[in-house]
């Protein structure tokens, strides 16, 4: 009786940590986002967070159905730590349900904002691949500043052909200087893909940056409609959901067969002040 009892509880155990890999798997392997522009994007270790308009990057912890956004720090010679806890309330494969735990706003925290957690009763999230805004597109312009460090100050220009127009200028090792290339049917494909998801039409109406970082390149996305409308942004710290977008356009250089040449193609400049960068 004993040996039987013993089997049920390890097959029971067994199912349950099999289920919770599961979850964790289903969890951190998608990124979460919805209309509104909340966003939680789960990437070693860490929770790169947008919440009420309010960026975060934390560590994050996973257990019995909690989620627990947190950050340590040192006073002295002690480690402190800050989390917020959330439940969750419903997770699928294309679905995010999360609740903020109510206790938590008597929470005193130094490091963490704790009220950009907790402005509502719930959280619902899809996953990016399934909130798709298509995006007819004449012509993408991207330009990146430098940093306090190496960030690449660069400029790109794609149109919906895939031609690409490209001009590095610090920090570009070998491709300093003037360049076209073409992107293939596949790699034209992925930046559509990109920027289907990427929330542009939302961004360019509701999103604007309440941070104000020091260390970071300066941004400017220009993305000319098809009917000739114009989205704007202009950040040195973007919206998360933008990441894989910048990340397409910094990395032209090994995407898209590149050539050097002499005349210097005329990209389109922000019409936005703030954070812009003088390309031409």
């Not at 070693?44 to 257990?63: A, Y």
């Not at 990016?128 to 220009?157: N, P, Y």
């Not at 052909?161 to 293939?184: D, E, H, M, P």
């Amino acid at each position: 009786m004993k040996k039987l009892l013993l089997t049920v509880l390890c097959i029971a155990f067994t199912s349950i940590n099999a289920q919770s890999k599961k979850d964790f798997a289903l969890l951190t392997n998608a990124e979460w986002v919805n209309k509104n522009l909340d966003y939680l994007r789960f990437d070693q270790g860490l929770v790169i967070s947008n919440l009420n308009n309010t960026k975060h990057r934390l560590e994050f912890d996973v257990k019995n159905q909690k989620i627990f956004f947190k950050v340590n720090y040192r006073v002295g010679t002690r480690v402190k730590t800050e989390k917020i806890e959330f439940r969750i309330k419903q997770l699928e494969k294309n679905k995010l349900v999360i609740v903020p735990k109510i206790a938590s706003t008597k929470l005193k925290t130094k490091k963490l904002n704790a009220v950009s957690f907790l402005n509502k009763k719930q959280y619902v999230f899809y996953n990016r691949g399934q909130l798709i805004s298509k995006i007819k597109f004449k012509k993408v312009t991207f330009h990146a500043s430098t940093c306090f460090g190496t960030c690449t100050s660069l400029s790109v220009e794609i149109d919906n052909k895939g031609n690409v127009y490209y001009q590095g200028r610090r920090y570009a090792k070998k491709f300093t200087g003037n360049f076209i290339g073409k992107l293939s049917k596949s790699e034209l494909y992925q930046f559509r893909k990109i920027l289907n998801r990427s929330q542009l039409r939302v961004l360019d109406q509701k999103w604007k940056q309440k941070t104000k970082p020091t260390d970071s390149p300066r941004y400017n996305y220009i993305v000319e409609l098809s009917n000739g409308r114009l989205l704007e942004m202009n950040t040195n710290d973007q919206h998360p959901i933008l990441d894989k977008l910048s990340e397409f356009l910094i990395n032209i250089p090994e995407v898209a067969d590149l050539k050097r040449i002499r005349k210097k193609h005329k990209f389109e400049s922000s019409h936005t002040e703030i954070y812009r960068v003088s390309a031409n």
